[in-house]
């Protein structure tokens, strides 16, 4: 079954800054393409999209230019971007004429919860549907009444849960992780990411401790709303990329192949627009 990552972070220290990364432990390093695809292949992961990596702001439209160029397997990347600002629909502009940039992220757990409320960051949101760009959603597990909120304003906007709605896996907490994640799947549009769970997982991950969060998300959201991400080089604090993709077939082992195929290529193909 080939794979289509729709969650790759690169670092390239020397390109770009981030200001984030001096209080990131091991992962204030290079993650250059070369570190992530001879693993990468290996598991049949064919291709990727490549996830913004929280920039300094001068950066943003230099790293959407560069991982778009960057080499075929990349086929395509969700770019950093600004929505509270006034000027995002200039920045918007610069960023669609890139090419190749198939959606946009704001991290929303690092501002005020404010932020996605206003009318202007709402209105700015609203912006991408004429672009077929989509919106992945970064959000604390406790903020997810808030990504409801923000999907509901933007009902013709196609939008992306990141990393399972950031449960707590360690300390197993389902609730109210599970209701909130429930409740935004009632919405059409928007679709769930299966990452991040294994770096949630602490030292003492399992696959026992991922279940219910992982297939808690594909009960809510079904097979045909939820893609696959690496989130490399995040997925190695307590694992290996092979660990995560490993983890995950035992988790879906009792899907079918098409629903199989759905989460591992087909769906992102759809949502994202993209050949996987």
Known sequence: MRILDTHLHLVYRDRFSYPWLADAGKLN???PLESYLEEA?????SAALHMEVDV?????EGEAAFATAIDPFVVGAISSARPEYENFPEQLERLVA??????LRRVLHVVPDETSRTQLFRDNIKRLAAHDLTFDICMRADQLPLAAE????????QFVLDHCGVPDVENQGLSPWNDYISELSRRPNIAAKISGVIAYGGPDWSVETLKPFVL????SFGFDRVVWGSDFPVCTSHATLTDWVEATKALISGASEDEA????????????GVEG
Do not use: S
Request: hydrophobic share 45%; with cysteine.
């Open 56 to 60: 300094a702001e001068g950066d943003i």
């Open 150 to 157: 923000l999907v509901d304003a933007c009902p013709d906007v």
């Open 29 to 31: 390093a290079d993650f």
């Open 41 to 45: 292949r290996k598991l049949g992961i």
């Open 98 to 103: 890139i090419g190749g940039v198939r959606g």
């Open 261 to 272: 195929a759905g989460l591992w290529h087909r769906n992102a193909e759809r949502i994202y």
């Open 216 to 219: 808690g998300v594909i009960e």
